[in-house]
């Protein structure tokens, strides 16, 4: 539900810092229950509205290498993407 969340608020281009911040702060702990699907969407929205983050972006990372074998292309993809936008 967070990482759907931040999806939709990047499909239509709206930025809302605060919400953003809390997500972060509720999902970091918790990113070892998420699939690769919304690893993959987390880290895309926040790359489409420009919030890069280096912590979330590196916890992400860290728990997406034992899920790799689950990311289908797009999932790869927009993975790559987003971390090749923020830099």
């Keep these: ?18 919400l ?15 699939n690769s699907q919304a690893l993959s969407n987390m880290v895309w929205a926040y790359a489409t509205l420009g919030y890069s983050s280096t912590q979330l972006f590196e916890k992400v990372a860290e728990v997406s290498i034992p899920q790799l074998r689950d990311f289908n ?5 927009n993975t790559v993407w987003a971390y090749a936008t923020v830099g």
């Design 20 to 34: 953003f911040n809390k997500v972060e702060k509720v999902a970091l702990p918790r990113l070892r229950e998420f």
């Design 1 to 18: 539900a967070l990482a759907n969340t931040v999806w939709a608020y990047a499909t239509v281009g709206h930025c809302s810092p605060h």
């Design 73 to 77: 292309s797009q999932a790869i993809s």
